[in-house]
């Protein structure tokens, strides 16, 4: 009896389905003799899932008799004579023991044996080998749902852009995904088992360790970055199972609030210098307007319609950029001379060199002069010697650039030149004037008209802005 108790006992250890059945079949040629079986599992219909020596073709032609059907119901032990039609085509002289495999009262399925005689005195035997195979079933079943949650889990969390860190009940990895790793110089083979202790931050271990759920912030990374750690513990019932680690990156959020608070404060200062001097001239003009001299009201009036025309500049521009976040302005095509759009910008300080034969192209006209107004209005500001304006024809396209003599620009700096609200030095904003947006809507208008900008630059040299763009308009022109 012993014997045959290890005998069971081995077909409940496995831990695949598909070893269950083979064991299962094993232990019954053992024990009972079996010269063949087969299991069939309840699944959307009954199906055979596991057979032992049977031929697979004699197998299949007996899944498909009426009679087959009767071997795989009835009570929990049923035994047929070798005169069952699917016994005779199977293996002739058998005779067939059909045993219900059944979990928690929920039917799986049957197991047949094919015997060599009919048994006497063995239905409790029979009882308790199909509740082991029964147990080894359902309990394969459980484990690979169980495997696979886990590993829908450890999918999930290493497909996450956020840090995350699963620890066990004892503190040690559990999970670990691919941006904790690179954070925290983790290597996800080596550290899944090990200690957390002394791997993160003195403030991280504690927030895992502590009974409740919480979050702090905390600089981390060698490039720092604010990150919002938040710890959360995984329980079942009964008890805590460990707890998991999310770290949310705080810094463009916080970059953006910085921003958007710069960028007020800007606008304000942008704002009130023109209205104040709008409100002081009209407040003297209401007050003086008798006593003032022609040349005088002329100053006054002149003075006012500048600051009035610099209110406008700065609300459109704010406007422009509210309106173009979305979408691509519309272009309003025209034949025009960019030769002659180019030579136009010259004054006393604009130098200009264009082809001597007319550069013919279809081209939103307003967009590349606002452009070219943005370009050499920022060279004005920041530099005060002479100005290049250049036009150079390609086989499919213009270049355009702006040259000035001015600072320069450190290469770390240009590529925040062309985001929105940004200017490269803080206190150019008092020095210079303006809100940060002339390069971003000069970017987002080249770019609209299917071109390029760039900028290219040398501290103590000056800088140089270009742009280039096709003489063919973009699809989205019109």
């Not at 088992?193 to 060698?222: F, S, Y």
Request: aromatic share 4%.
């Amino acid at each position: 009896m012993n014997e045959v108790i290890e005998q069971f006992a081995q077909i409940s250890a496995e831990i695949e389905v598909e070893h269950v059945q083979a064991r299962a079949l094993e232990v019954a040629e053992r024990i009972f003799g079996a010269v063949a079986g087969y299991v069939v599992l309840q699944e959307t219909s009954p199906k055979v899932t596991h057979y032992r020596g049977l031929d697979r073709e004699l197998l299949k032609q007996a899944a498909q008799m009426p009679e087959f059907r009767s071997l795989i119901e009835g009570e929990p032990v049923r035994v047929e004579r070798p005169t069952h039609p699917v016994l005779n085509l199977l293996r002739p002289g058998t005779v067939g023991v059909s045993l219900a495999l059944a979990a928690r009262a929920r039917p799986l399925g049957r197991i047949v044996l094919l015997l060599p005689v009919l048994p006497e005195n063995t239905k409790p035997l029979l009882l308790g080998f199909a509740t082991h195979v029964a147990l080894g079933i359902e309990t394969a079943r459980l484990r690979r749902a169980t495997a696979e949650r886990s590993e829908q889990l450890a999918a999930t969390v290493h497909a996450l852009p956020n840090p995350v860190v699963v620890v066990d009940e004892g503190g040690h990895f559990s999970i670990v995904n691919g941006a904790a790793s690179e954070l925290f110089a983790l290597t996800t083979s080596f550290d899944i088992g090990k200690p957390v202790l002394g791997r993160l931050t003195p403030e991280l271990e504690a927030l895992l360790g502590q009974p409740a759920d919480g979050e702090i912030e905390i600089v981390l990374g060698r490039d720092p970055h604010v990150y919002r750690a938040s710890s959360r513990r995984v329980t079942t019932r009964e008890k805590v199972l460990g707890r998991v680690l999310v770290l949310d990156d705080l810094t463009a959020q916080a970059d953006a609030d910085r921003m958007r608070a710069d960028f007020i404060a800007v606008v304000g200062h942008e704002l009130r210098t023109p209205l104040t001097i709008v409100r002081g001239y009209a407040q003297t003009l209401a007050a003086r307007w008798r006593d003032l001299a022609p040349e005088a009201r002329r100053q006054a009036v002149d003075a006012i319609d500048t600051s009035s025309r610099r209110l406008e500049q700065l609300i459109e521009g704010v406007l422009f950029v509210s309106g173009m976040e979305d979408s691509h302005p519309p272009l309003d095509l025209s034949d025009v001379d960019m030769a002659a759009v180019v030579a136009g910008e010259a004054d006393e300080r604009v130098t200009v060199s264009v082809p001597e034969t007319p550069v013919l192209m279809s081209i939103d006209r307003a967009m590349v002069e606002a452009v070219l107004y943005n370009l050499l209005d920022n060279a004005r500001k920041y530099s005060e010697g002479p100005i290049e304006l250049e036009l150079v024809e390609m086989m499919e396209s213009i270049r355009i650039s702006v040259s000035d003599e001015g600072e320069g620009i450190y290469s770390g700096d240009i590529a925040h030149l062309f985001e929105r609200f940004r200017q490269v030095d803080s206190s150019s904003t008092r020095r210079h004037g303006g809100m940060g947006i002339g390069l971003y809507i000069t970017r987002r208008l080249v770019n609209a008209m299917g071109g390029k900008i760039w900028c290219e630059s040398r501290i103590g040299v000056g800088s140089k802005f270009v742009f280039d763009l096709p003489k063919t308009p973009p699809v989205h022109a019109g």
